[in-house]
């Protein structure tokens, strides 16, 4: 299993600042969320006209991947001209995909509108999602619908990847688990086959409210989605998402993502010798790079 830490943990940070933390904390790839306090990366003028080829020398000259390209789309909205503008971003961030090689990108259903109900937030979902696939249907690029909001729980993915079957999901079983209870080992096994990506963080309820701690530090019941990746055989990027972004009185990116990296070896592959930078790893130097 390979791992990468989502862009959230550091949203104003530059893609040299990321591939320098990634590569010295031992990650395999990182999933872009925000760089340099945009979430439309293609705007960004690293990501355009000629500075894009130096870009993609960069990462592969990293050795990192860039496991997953996340995009704020939503498709829940009441308003077609609202949806109609998500597609279109859809469609851009795949061409910004196609160039970087990023398997996927990230999607959200969201959540339902007071003015709306369930069944219609569905179908304006399924629609969206069946425009976007049909529109890049050539790239080579996956859509991955995040299971999030109010369409965290299996029942109500299904109810969505059932009409949609080109479209895989990028599991995060913490919102499941906060949102409706649905315990990690049973949302990830009743959406194994979907599986394109997963998303990792730990958790703690403080006052009611759960909030993000330190990997190993938290309540959340990170034992099952270990049992949920080794059931399923699951080969793809394990995502640490630390959201800094939405949570700016938590750790920086230079504590929480070596942290990640080092309990994820520890305790998931047993030994830091497994680590790409070798045996111990390296997070017993000083030379950490500087954000």
Not at 37 to 63: H, N, T, Y
Not at 203 to 211: D, I, L, T
Not at 212 to 223: A, C, D, H, R, S
Not at 229 to 236: F, L, N, Q, S, T
Request: net charge negative; with cysteine.
């Amino acid at each position: 299993m390979k791992i990468s830490f989502s862009t959230l943990a550091c949203p104003e940070w530059s893609l040299t600042q990321v591939l320098e933390l990634a590569a010295w904390s031992g990650y395999d790839g990182i999933e872009l969320r925000f760089l340099e306090g945009e979430d439309s990366l293609w705007k960004l003028p690293v990501f355009r006209g000629a500075r894009l080829q130096a870009a993609k020398c960069q990462i592969s000259a990293s050795g990192l991947a860039i496991s997953c390209l996340d995009t704020s789309c939503r498709f829940d909205s009441p308003d077609q001209s609202e949806r109609e503008k998500w597609i279109e971003e859809g469609e851009r961030m795949v061409e910004l995909a196609v160039d970087l090689g990023a398997p996927g990108i990230r999607v959200f259903g969201d959540r339902i509108h007071p003015e709306a109900n369930r069944e219609a937030t569905t179908g304006w979902i399924i629609e969206s999602l069946a425009t976007l696939a049909h529109k890049i249907h050539d790239s080579g690029v996956e859509i991955w619908l995040e299971t999030h909001g109010d369409f965290s729980c299996s029942s109500d993915v299904h109810g969505i990847l059932s009409q949609c079957p080109e479209i895989r999901v990028v599991w995060d079983p913490a919102s499941a688990y906060i949102r409706s209870l649905e315990r990690p080992l049973d949302n990830g096994l009743a959406l194994e086959r979907y599986v394109g990506h997963t998303h990792i963080k730990d958790m703690q309820e403080k006052n009611g409210q759960w909030v993000p701690v330190l990997t190993g530090e938290g309540e959340f019941p990170l034992n099952e989605v270990r049992s949920v990746m080794e059931k399923i055989g699951y080969a793809g990027f394990l995502s640490f998402e630390w959201e800094k972004k939405w949570h700016p009185s938590i750790e920086n990116a230079e504590v929480a993502v070596p942290h990640f990296a080092s309990w994820f070896r520890e305790n998931w592959l047993r030994t830091s010798r497994l680590g790409k930078h070798g045996e111990g790893g390296p997070w017993g130097t000083s030379m950490m790079p500087t954000a």
